[in-house]
């Protein structure tokens, strides 16, 4: 089912309304719900210390796990290769921002490693949607899973599942994983679920085309 | 042989990727590292405009915005886990742009001109002048009114966007619309860049 908004198609098949819903489900979880303290445990002794979180940190970071379902959401439905790549980017940065706002420096270290390799990741991603463009004309995935027009290279292909990697993926997922130390589920959950459900979507996008 | 050339820059701009991907690896410095990540991003831009059709305009302005906002976003980070947000910065001072009448007339110049262009080629002219005009006559503005300048452009753009998809026999309106609102979007966004240098020197 395609829902048309001017030149940007919207593609709803059950996979990708399955992802969407997902997607959809947590973003108002995360609107709904309130920060967790993270936990220590102090070894050797029956007792553990609490990370509490300031309110304008809890409020940025609320809002930057809403803005990162969000673009999960429209990277989800997306029937275009390019609106794709730059929801799949802005998830990217979303997920800088979610640990942005806290005040240790291993996090914040951690989070701009990330950002380094989501920004890297970029260049396969928008490199590899260039050459669909160039290859066959369209970005349109509707257009592309029919067979009338010549299929895309496997370059193309290899670049996107490269750039999605690349957001959070085995093997640069090792500072995302630093930055779960920040306090403050769930929306630090929100950084593993967007890179979880760009990874399904990218797999049905090379799939199609 | 024009197909032919375009390979070649395809080639070219590929090697440049690789080279600088080579650098990264090599680099251990965080704050070279993120240049040099804004250099291959621009292999990027190059692979997307070496496409070589109309569709690679309209591709490269999504794919540089993105772009600018991660790197925003990672300097603010360099800047917080490296303690530097509250370095005072000294702005030189230049007789000739402090003390004369000239930076006034040129910044109207460029801003009259940045209105008459209007779009974003007219906001960036516009821009200019404002920034021009802060950083020579150390003014301070308001943040909020210039952020609720740009929110409000903002909104306009888009809302005229709407008109050209749902209403296009209101095309004209949509069309100054869009222009209006760019234009007013980007130049208070630079006079904000202006305005925020000069509040911290």
């Known amino acids: ?209 | 042989m024009t197909g032919a050339l375009y390979s070649w820059g395809l080639l070219v701009v590929l090697g440049s990727a690789v080279i600088g991907f080579g650098a990264l690896a090599v680099e251990k410095d965080d704050l070279h590292r993120l240049l040099l990540i804004d250099l291959v991003e621009i292999a990027s831009i190059g692979i997307i405009a070496l496409i070589g059709t109309d569709l690679a305009e309209a591709l490269i302005l999504p794919g540089l915005v993105v772009g600018i906002a991660e790197l925003l976003a990672l300097s603010q980070i360099y800047l917080m886990k490296e303690d530097l947000q509250d370095r005072p910065i000294q702005i030189p001072r230049i007789e000739v742009l402090q003390e004369s009448p000239a930076p006034l007339i040129l910044s109207m110049i460029l801003i009259v001109y940045g209105i008459i262009l209007s779009g974003f080629t007219g906001g960036a002219v516009a821009g200019l002048g404002v920034i021009f005009f802060i950083a020579a006559r150390a003014c301070t503005e308001n943040f909020h009114l210039l952020e609720l300048a740009s929110g409000f452009s903002w909104v306009l753009w888009i809302a005229a966007f709407f008109v050209f998809m749902f209403l296009p026999g209101y095309w004209y309106l949509a069309l100054m619309g869009a222009a209006v609102g760019i234009l007013i979007k980007v130049i208070t966004k630079m006079s904000l860049m202006g305005v925020m240098w000069e509040a911290r020197s």
């Open chain 1, 1 to 209: 089912m395609y829902l048309e908004f001017g030149d940007i198609v919207i593609y709803f098949s059950p996979y990708t309304l399955s992802l969407f819903l997902l997607a959809l489900v947590f973003t108002v979880l995360v609107i709904a719900s309130r920060p967790e303290r993270q936990l220590d445990i102090a070894f050797g002794a029956d007792a553990y210390t609490t990370k509490d979180i300031s309110l304008p940190e809890m409020r940025f970071r609320r809002f930057m796990a809403i803005a990162c379902g969000l673009a999960s959401m429209g990277a989800m439905v997306t029937g275009d290769v390019f609106d794709f790549c730059l929801f799949t980017s802005l998830v990217g940065i979303c997920n800088v921002g979610i640990v942005a706002a806290v005040r240790s420096r291993h996090v914040q270290n951690a989070a701009y490693q990330y950002g380094l390799v989501a920004l890297a990741g970029t260049v396969p991603l928008f490199g590899g949607a260039a050459i669909v463009a160039a290859t066959t004309g369209t970005l349109s995935l509707i257009e592309l899973s029919k067979t009338v027009l010549p299929a895309a290279p496997a370059v193309a292909k290899g670049f996107l599942v490269l750039g999605v990697m690349g957001e959070g993926m085995a093997p640069f997922y090792a500072a995302k994983a630093e930055m779960f130390r920040a306090p403050g589920a769930p929306y630090v959950i929100m950084c593993s679920l967007s890179s979880l459900l760009i990874f399904l979507r990218v797999i049905e996008v090379v799939l199609q085309m």
